[in-house]
């Protein structure tokens, strides 16, 4: 994978993770894995369409996910109900919409899926022939992986596109 | 979920499954679901984004996938290696491509994201606020069950783009 890639998706997780917790966050060491992902409890998955494509993986354990999802509502969550759910996956919606913003900055464009949530540990997920790059956040509240499995897009978009100025003015 | 967005990938599957593997297929009952999918032994999970976006998934256990990918690659597999996966995700990646296909001619241009293949059984997927149609897909070599959790984007999200002119390439 393209490590100019991996940027984006770090600032824009400190970023998010920041605003949303008020914690600090920390970095712990970058790894490429070939092989299958085992999953933790929670797993978030959204995919890139454009000229970067491929797929990004939020994996966290239950108690860190109850615990990101209860600051991002605002209430103390006790289990990992629907309302918890949404919130760990919109978390994953709004790291990797701000990712693909600066992506664009930088002159790749993208669109991103919506999320679909895996919960249940001990699965493989298979990225197929796409290695990943994986990246360990760790916060007070707990610690989240980013798996990137991302590509310079061969097929979507096909003409080159610019962003109109509406679709960057969230920026700051 | 529009129902509008389900024959396409009917269609889709069945000319891919008998082009590729030789089956005939006999569509089971829909069903319509709102809480999480519980994997079966082999998932592939396909996005949608554009027009038409969401999520795909074609579920199947691991005896089918084998008989599948089987036909698919002309040689025998015994087990459900990487080869294996890498057959039954392409089969998924075709099925969407050609719905998506289906789709742009009527009207809806969308992308799909590379697959994603899952393993293991008894694990859920959520889709979140997407309910998801379920269509089991019989054939003689197994069923293939695939799931449509798609909407209609009204915001036209491609939209947001515009693309250059060849002149304005340059700038």
Do not use: C, W
């Not at chain 1, 966290?60 to 760990?88: C, H, K, P, T, Y």
């Not at chain 2, 087990?79 to 491509?97: C, H, P, R």
């Not at chain 2, 897909?137 to 036209?156: D, F, P, S």
């Amino acid at each position: 994978m393209n490590v100019k890639f991996l940027n984006p998706f770090v600032e824009a997780a400190y970023e998010v993770l920041r605003a949303e917790t008020g914690m600090e966050i920390s970095r712990g060491e970058l790894r490429l894995e070939q092989g299958m992902y085992v999953t933790d409890d929670v797993t978030v998955i959204l995919s890139l369409v454009g000229a970067v494509e491929g797929t990004v993986f939020y994996s966290m354990n239950r108690l860190a996910a109850v615990r990101f999802a209860s600051i991002m509502m605002g209430e103390s969550l006790i289990e990992l109900d629907g309302l918890a759910q949404s919130g760990i996956a919109e978390i994953g919606n709004v790291i990797t919409g701000r990712a693909s913003m600066k992506l664009s900055e930088n002159g790749y464009e993208s669109n991103i899926s919506t999320p679909s949530l895996i919960l249940g540990k001990g699965a493989s997920i298979s990225t197929l022939d796409y290695p990943r790059l994986v990246v360990p956040l760790v916060t007070d509240a707990g610690s989240v992986e980013i798996h990137l499995a991302l590509r310079e897009g061969k097929r979507g978009l096909k003409t080159p596109q610019i962003a109109v100025p509406s679709a960057k003015a969230v920026n700051g | 979920m529009d129902v509008k967005f389900l024959n396409p990938f009917v269609e889709a599957a069945v000319e891919v499954l008998k082009a590729e593997i030789g089956v005939n297929v006999q569509r089971g009952s829909l069903s319509l679901h709102q809480s999480a999918l519980t994997t079966d032994d082999v998932t592939v999970l396909i996005h949608l984004v554009g027009q038409v976006y969401g999520v795909v998934m074609y579920g199947m256990n691991t005896e089918t996938g084998i008989r599948f990918v089987t036909q698919i690659l002309g040689q025998e597999f015994t087990e459900f290696d990487s080869l294996a996966q890498s057959g039954v995700a392409e089969l998924g990646n075709v099925i969407s491509g050609r719905a998506t296909i289906k789709f742009s001619q009527a009207g809806y241009a969308s992308n799909i994201s590379p697959p994603t293949l899952i393993s293991g059984k008894g694990i859920q997927i959520s889709t979140l606020d997407f309910p998801r149609i379920v269509v089991p897909l019989q054939t003689n070599l197994g069923e293939l069950t695939v799931h449509l959790a798609l909407r209609e984007n009204r915001n036209g999200k491609l939209e947001e783009f515009v693309a250059l002119t060849p002149a304005a390439k340059g700038s």
